[in-house]
């Protein structure tokens, strides 16, 4: 558990050799488009888990925005904070660390 | 789709060649009417791809060709198709635009691209336009198609957004994550505020379901894994479970999404600690609450906060926030370091090379400011000095003498910190002085919603325009509290809590309501900066607290709600103590060594049932001593007292004549005396006729009086006895056992157990003998009668059964019994003479005493020669005390109570009077005091220490046992025979 680490920009949460291994399964264009690693988009410090599986159809997934990603773990919230070089790609990116409320 | 469209193709293609077009409506109207000339061509082209157009749009579509093409050419091709009319029907363009000025727009722009056009084309497009053109002159024909073409387009553009779909789809499976544009346009158009998306009843069904606390998380990862099996093995029928999820904040349950009931009990058939019997559907508006990011008692951090390191040699202590990292996954720290320079560092013993041993949490060394000069002394190869006040030693920054260190944040506590006094004196400023503005910030923050005002509260107001005025709460909310100010008469205005703190004064009683401290109370001695300084009731110690964590109180007592006062605790294996004074959290104790001790609350194991005690002991006669009985000393100061608890070697005892150590002592059993057993104080009834030795004396013997209070084990324990009643009347045996009134007897005939009212056996000596009842036994204190004694002799013991063995003046013992004696005083003889018939002659000698009970001292006097004897003893002993001497007469006199009885032989015992017969003091013998008047035989006499028959083992006797001891004692005896 205590490997386990939570992507910033979607929520998924892996073990932190798969990331480092293949990086974010939803993400991971954009990280390199960005030419970050995964490892730096992602956050030991997460809570919240939501085993997803079927995100197309669940109101939880659209809620927590990972609709449109693939089935597996998420984290409801993750702390930490995007490089900039990810955020300045993503304008309308909101973050996951439970700092933004509407 | 494709069905509905080979049908709509066919309708097309039959209507076309059947019905006549008549109705003119629609924008293709002008195009069908005016191109004709042109259409004419296309539609023998096309009249040949009609039925290969059918086909295309029926298996074609979807499969061969790119959907999304598709859709572009369908869009391209109704455009060009229009424009291509309006390039045709230029001339004629006034017509058309009556009919359909909406065509016209793009038809002026467009321009001819008609051979491309028919490449592009999607052939279903232009077939349903080419069949409309070839049916031009049939106006009903023609609105019938319109509306086809309609039909056909909307289904067109259904059609190819669901093959977009697919192929995004396909995309993804073959490109996987490596498309950014996919997550962005995600990100970008699918970015909605949450408002829309609040769940309804229909949208979201996510039940609540217990689990073991604790297992949440592996719970939902198992689920999920559970879910990718099931579907993989169940193909096409899949439960419907949506998502699982768990919550930190809700312990002891998992959500699970799923529209069913039934489905999660299938689901979660045959997973481990969770409870699918306990779910329940959570409200439709409670669901974003639940999954909302953050928690409402998260505290952010922030420069200046303060935190508890979890991890390391740090770990528990207090750090300062000093940086946060552009992640916020990290932070610097100020922490105050714990060093020990080296000093426990192992040497190599080869290289004579030093290696730092790792500390670890359970040796660290005390917290304390870096110290540079101790840092150059003991370890200086490891010492850099940066500038005045910072330096880096062991690869770590030092600033000011802090550890400047970069922590995790998931190693970090950031709620409910309570940052004690002496904690944030560390990180006071260079003076010395807690900075307390900081303190009170941080404080404030993390406890803003916990310190709590009550209604009626001083306070007083720190910040805003009313800053330093005071007032009274008057209503508490979560953040907002009115309060009203003391002097105006305004209403009551609103302040945060923040910017309030409580009010008091010295004098105040006050008990702290959270932190380390919680539930200590004591009066306020001081009030400096929102500190308040009281002395605590418990521990007598001066404590500083902050003043929102106090609370005005009345109670002035603080117990813990696990230990109270005369509770026997264990406070290790061994080690066994009552409690003697109970506080919160700091207990007295009184160890089982009489030892008082102050120890805390954790240090206390557990406390003992003595309810459920059934440690029992003896006391210096044997008798039964158990938790609950009332006991005495038999030495010292005589405490008596009721025994709390009993310990093999020692019993703890209250008493509730003592003030000290709450009236708990610790003495060794042995030392004490049972004086009345819990059980026998609350069965027996205390008859105080009985009791009186003025009543008693009138009746007769008191010999009943002292029975009731019996002690420890039955008399009839282990007797030999025959039963009296039916059944095995006549038989022998032997009382194994005895409960309330039934004895069990084993007898010797068989080997049985009977069990018989005690009252129905009649008690033996082992030796044979006559039998006696069970009341006799008792009266006898369970000395059975000797088989060749007179029974006389049984009278001794029972005088030492009333407590006061023959001749003690033991003013406590026999204190009752003084009356008594004073009614008997002088009377003795008269007495006798009422009892034992032959009493008298043996008192006869009697007339001696007789003598003493008239002028009968002369008697005595009369053997003056004695009497000094005696005198002398008297001096000597106190115990003779010349008439007090005779106060033992009065135990004779006790003495006819024996005969009372109802033992005549007593008297010819004293009858005996005779020499012999106090010889025969072998009577008194019986009482190993017999020897002593066997003293009246002189050898006999010296030998036996006498003073033991009539010392009674009584120590108090011990005065007359050296009386008869004393060979003078002899001439005496000498007396008594004189006596006679």
């Not at chain 1, 998924?12 to 399964?25: K, M, N």
């Not at chain 2, 009010?503 to 900066?529: C, R, T, W, Y």
């Not at chain 2, 106190?878 to 005969?899: D, F, L």
Request: charged share 25%.
């Amino acid at each position: 558990m205590s490997s386990d680490r939570a992507c910033m920009l979607c929520g998924i949460v892996q073990s932190t050799s798969e990331f480092t291994r293949d990086g974010c399964p939803n993400c991971q264009g954009i990280f390199e488009e960005a030419s970050v690693s995964a490892i730096e988009c992602t956050s030991p410090s997460f809570e919240g888990l939501v085993g997803m599986c079927k995100p197309t159809k669940s109101w939880v997934a659209k809620w927590i925005s990972v609709d449109q990603y693939v089935p597996g773990m998420y984290a409801i919230k993750v702390d930490g904070r995007l490089p900039a070089e990810v955020v300045d790609l993503l304008p309308h990116y909101k973050p996951r660390d439970g700092t933004q409320n509407d | 789709m494709s069905e509905r469209e080979v049908t709509l193709t066919t309708e097309e293609q039959r209507e076309d060649s059947s019905i006549p077009e008549e109705s003119e409506s629609g924008f293709l109207d002008g195009r069908s009417e005016n191109k004709r000339p042109r259409d004419y061509e296309e539609e023998e082209e096309d009249g040949e791809d009609q039925e290969v157009a059918a086909e295309g749009a029926n298996a074609g579509k979807s499969d061969d060709r790119n959907p999304q093409e598709a859709s572009n050419e369908d869009e391209d091709g109704e455009s060009e198709d229009e424009d291509e009319e309006s390039d045709d029907d230029s001339p004629r363009k006034k017509q058309r635009r009556e009919r359909n000025r909406f065509l016209d727009i793009e038809a002026e722009v467009s321009d001819d691209d008609e051979e491309e056009e028919d490449e592009e084309d999607s052939e279903l497009v232009r077939e349903g336009f080419i069949t409309h053109g070839d049916d031009e002159e049939e106006e009903v024909q023609r609105a019938k198609d319109d509306r086809l073409h309609r039909q056909l387009d909307q289904n067109l553009q259904k059609s190819s957004e669901e093959d977009a779909q697919k192929l995004a789809k396909e995309l993804r499976e073959r490109y996987g994550r490596s498309s950014s544009k996919q997550y962005r346009a995600a990100a970008q158009d699918g970015y909605v505020t949450q408002r829309f998306m609040l769940p309804s009843v229909d949208t979201a069904t996510i039940w609540g379901v217990r689990c073991r606390p604790g297992k949440e998380k592996d719970l939902v990862k198992k689920l999920l894994k559970k879910k990718f099996n099931l579907d993989k093995s169940m193909g096409s029928k899949k439960l419907k479970i949506l998502s699982i999820f768990q919550r930190d904040s809700f312990s002891g349950r998992i959500y699970i999404e799923a529209p069913k009931q039934s489905v999660i009990e299938k689901f979660c058939n045959g997973v481990p600690d969770i409870y699918v019997n306990q779910k329940l559907l959570i409200p439709v508006q409670e669901l974003p609450l639940l999954l909302k990011p953050s928690k409402s008692d998260d505290v952010r951090l922030e420069p200046g906060s303060y935190v508890r390191i979890k991890r390391g040699i740090y770990k528990g202590d207090l750090a300062v926030v000093e940086q946060i990292s552009d992640n916020n996954l990290e932070c610097m720290l100020k922490v105050v370091p714990r060093l020990d320079y080296g000093k426990n560092d192992e040497v190599d013993p080869d290289t004579k090379q030093k290696k730092a041993k790792r500390a670890t949490f359970s040796q660290r060394p005390p917290p304390q400011l870096f110290n540079p000069t101790m840092a150059l002394r003991m370890d200086q190869a490891n010492l850099y000095k940066r500038d005045e006040k910072h330096f880096t030693y062991r690869n770590e920054d030092y600033i000011d003498g802090y550890l400047i260190k970069v922590f995790k944040i998931q190693y970090l506590k950031s709620k409910n910190i309570h940052p004690a006094v002496e904690e944030l004196a560390r990180f006071g400023s260079k003076d010395g002085a807690v900075d307390l503005t900081t303190i009170s910030q941080t404080i404030k923050k993390a406890q803003a919603s916990r310190a709590m005002f009550q209604p009626g509260d001083r306070v007083e107001i720190l910040s805003g325009e009313q800053r330093g005025s005071k007032g009274i709460v008057i209503r508490t909310s979560t953040d907002i509290i009115s309060v009203k100010l003391i002097g105006f008469n305004a209403k009551p205005l609103g302040f945060l809590i923040s910017s309030l703190r409580k009010i008091f004064e010295p004098g105040d009683h006050v008990s702290v309501m959270s932190g380390d401290h919680q539930g200590d109370a004591g009066l306020v001695l001081s009030v400096k900066n929102g500190q308040v300084t009281f002395v605590s009731d418990q521990t007598r110690e001066n404590l500083t607290i902050s003043a929102n964590n106090l609370t005005k109180s009345m109670d002035s007592t603080p117990t813990s709600g696990e230990y109270a006062l005369h509770d026997i605790v264990e406070l290790s294996a061994k080690n066994v103590a009552c409690v003697i004074q109970a506080g919160h959290d700091i207990f007295k104790v009184l160890d089982d060594s009489g030892k008082v001790s102050t120890v805390t609350k954790g240090s206390i194991l557990k406390k003992i049932n003595t309810s459920r005690s059934r440690i029992a002991s003896v006391d210096g006669s044997g008798k039964e001593i158990k938790i609950g009985d009332t006991v005495v000393e038999k030495l010292g100061a005589r405490r008596e007292g009721q025994v709390l608890y009993v310990q093999s070697h020692q019993i703890f005892i209250v008493s509730k004549k003592i003030v000290e150590n709450a009236g708990v002592f610790v003495v060794n059993p042995i030392n004490v005396e049972a004086v009345a057993s819990k059980d026998n104080l609350i069965a027996s009834k205390l008859d105080l006729s009985k009791m009186n030795p003025e009543i008693a004396a009138k009746m007769g013997p008191p010999s009943q009086s002292a029975q009731p209070i019996r002690v420890g084990r039955d008399m009839a324990l282990n007797k030999t006895v025959r039963v009296c009643s039916a059944g095995y009347k006549g038989q022998l045996g032997i009382v194994k056992d005895v409960n309330g009134d039934l004895a069990t007897v084993e007898l010797h005939s068989k080997n049985k157990h009977i069990t018989v009212d005690k009252h129905k056996l009649m008690y033996f000596n082992h030796e044979g003998g006559d039998g006696i009842s069970y009341d006799e036994l008792v009266s006898r204190r369970g000395r059975m009668p000797h088989a060749r004694m007179g029974p006389s002799y049984v009278s001794a013991p029972r005088n030492m059964a009333t407590g006061t063995p023959v001749g003690t003046v033991a003013p406590n013992l026999s204190g009752n019994m003084t009356p008594g004696w004073n009614s008997f005083d002088g009377g003795k003889t008269p007495a006798l003479g009422s009892h034992g018939a032959g009493g008298t002659s043996a008192w006869g000698g009697a007339s001696t005493w007789g003598g003493q009970g008239g002028g009968g001292t002369s008697t005595w006097g009369g053997q003056a020669g004695n009497a000094s004897t005696w005198g002398g003893q008297t001096g000597a002993t106190s115990t003779w005390g010349g008439a007090s001497a005779w106060g033992n007469k009065s135990n004779w006199g006790g003495a006819s109570t024996w005969t009372s009885g109802g033992e005549p032989g007593a008297t010819s015992t004293w009858g005996g009077g005779d020499k012999s017969a106090y010889g025969g003091a072998s009577t008194w013998g019986n009482q190993g005091g017999a020897s002593a008047w066997g003293g009246g035989n002189k050898s006999h006499h010296r030998q036996d220490g006498t003073g033991y028959a009539w010392g009674a083992a009584n120590n108090t006797n011990q005065g007359n046992r050296s009386t008869w001891g004393d060979p003078s004692a002899n001439g005496s005896g000498s007396t008594w025979g004189a006596n006679r």
